[in-house]
């Protein structure tokens, strides 16, 4: 009897694995979600200098959505979008920490992107300088409640697109939008005018990147999607996603069941413009979302199920210090902002001397051979991504900005020369002591191109490339 038994399970055993040469082939799985992290409670909003209240409404929610990409051999990444303006390194290691432990993910497998949306809250000690010197206690207790509620919703996200994860198809493919305007180079009040004629000077980054992911009855399940603009069309006090807010809703009505995630491309030194109007808001949503739209009506490639990860921080040299005299006679200085940054100057002075580089996240991931997704942290400006399209080969590049840890603005070494806000005084803001060192550049360059260009192998899905 057991001998018998012994056979039936042999051959249920044979019968039930394909024969050699013929294994299922391998999938990838996915799973995404959405929670709301719009301030349960009144609090100030982050992005602008000039707030002097805290914010009144809500126009839109804001949203923490994450997306769980596991390949055919089992490698996970999520990707986790934030209508945010954003996150310090604080913040963004307390989640990582979180993530790590609950569900084992690695820092290289987790990328934290946020929209910059100019009507959110203020988020931990991000932009210290700038929002810091008008709170309160009470006002800075309600960050420090909002903060541990983000971290808990993002968490509850991931947690529940690890839930949701099912076989999936990814594909990819590329729109383009013309509402962002370098706003190094044109003047706001002349951007109809100049647009009219044709000359609205560069440089700029149109594209919007489209990953799809559907299920296996082909309904789309989620969308993620870029584009290299500041979300500065709104600057009242309500809640709102701004343009990627409506894009993304936009989204969502058109494909129900659909996550739409949305990451700022490289536009620190672009602008909506014309903009400061609900409707136009919802027009650059629109025109983002119709975009998106196009290229999934289109014909998309399909990436075979083989995802790579990397994750590292490099130290960031910036120029020569200040010295404790120059500091403390910023603490009398007539600019608030000025003053501010020098007492928490100060304040790091006391536990040791200040650092000279600063730890900047880079972080590439690899999504079959088809994409290669560079995520850069920092308000990044658009020359990386148009050096970085130019000079990573291979594989289509996507270039994030906004990644990880948003510590200050990444100039290019033109802009840092050029100096201005993005060059130069938005440091203060931010709360670092001095301007970058002409190198960052290359020196962030380097790590991408390190990252990104390894000998493209012929991976375990190479094989399954010619199903699709
Ligand atoms: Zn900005």
């Known amino acids: 009897m057991r001998c018998i038994l012994l056979i039936v399970v042999t051959l249920a055993v ?26 349960p409670e009144p609090m100030w909003m982050a992005g602008y200098a000039g707030r002097d209240k805290p914010a009144e ?30 996150i310090g390194r604080d913040v963004s290691q307390s989640i990582c920490q979180r993530l790590e432990q609950q569900h084992g ?40 409640r909002y903060t541990d509620f983000l971290e808990d919703q993002v968490a509850a996200a991931v947690t529940e697109a690890l839930a949701k994860r099912a076989p999936a198809k ?3 493919g ?8 370098n706003r190094r180079n044109n003047s706001e009040p002349r951007v109809p005018e100049l647009r009219a004629e044709g000359a609205l000077r560069g440089p700029v980054d149109y594209d919007v990147p489209v990953l799809a992911v559907r299920d296996g009855a082909g309904t789309l399940t989620a969308l993620v999607f870029g584009y290299a603009c500041h979300a500065t069309v709104l600057s009242f006090y309500q809640w709102s ?10 989204l969502e009505k058109a494909h129900p069941g659909c996550v739409a995630l949305f990451w700022a491309g490289c536009g620190a030194d672009q602008n909506p413009l014309p903009r400061r109007t609900v409707e136009k808001a919802q027009e650059y949503g629109a025109q983002l979302a119709a975009s998106v739209n196009r290229v999934v009506d289109g014909v998309m490639q399909s990436i075979p199920p083989s995802l790579n990860t990397n994750y590292r921080e490099i130290p960031l040299p910036l120029a020569p210090l200040p010295s404790r005299e120059e500091i403390a006679r910023d ?12 007492r928490t100057l100060l304040q790091q002075l006391e536990a040791g001397p200040l650092n000279a580089t600063y730890p900047y996240p880079v972080q590439c991931w690899r999504l079959g051979d088809e994409v290669q997704w560079v995520f850069l942290g920092g308000e990044v400006v658009v020359d990386y991504a148009v050096r970085l399209k130019a000079e990573l080969q291979g594989r289509r590049t996507w270039c994030a900005g906004y990644s990880n840890d948003v510590m200050a603005y990444i100039p290019s070494r033109r802009v840092l020369a050029e100096g201005g806000y993005e060059g130069a005084s938005s440091m203060i803001y931010y709360g670092l002591p001095t301007v970058w060192a002409p190198e960052l550049e290359d020196t962030i360059v380097a790590e991408a191109q390190r990252q990104a260009n390894p000998p493209v192998e012929t991976s375990p899905a190479a094989a399954h490339e010619l199903e699709e």
């Open 331 to 342: 603490t009398q200085s007539d600019n608030p902002y000025v003053a501010s940054r020098a």
């Open 14 to 39: 044979m019968f039930a694995r394909p024969a050699a040469g013929q294994e299922a082939p391998a999938t990838w799985k996915a799973g995404a979600a959405a929670i709301v992290i719009t301030p």
């Open 105 to 144: 993910f690695e820092r290289r497998q987790i990328a934290l992107c946020v929209s910059h949306t100019h009507t959110g809250p203020v988020v931990g000690r991000n932009l210290g300088p700038m929002h810091y010197v008008r709170l309160d206690d009470t006002h800075r207790a309600a960050v420090d």
């Open 174 to 181: 590329s729109g383009s939008a013309t509402f962002a305007v």
């Open 241 to 250: 996603g701004d343009y990627p807010g409506f894009a993304q809703m936009e």
């Open 57 to 86: 409404g809500k126009l839109t929610d804001l949203w923490a959505k994450a997306l769980v990409l596991e390949d055919g051999a089992g490698q996970r990444a999520v990707l986790v979008t934030l209508d945010l303006v954003g």
């Open 170 to 172: 990814v594909a990819w």
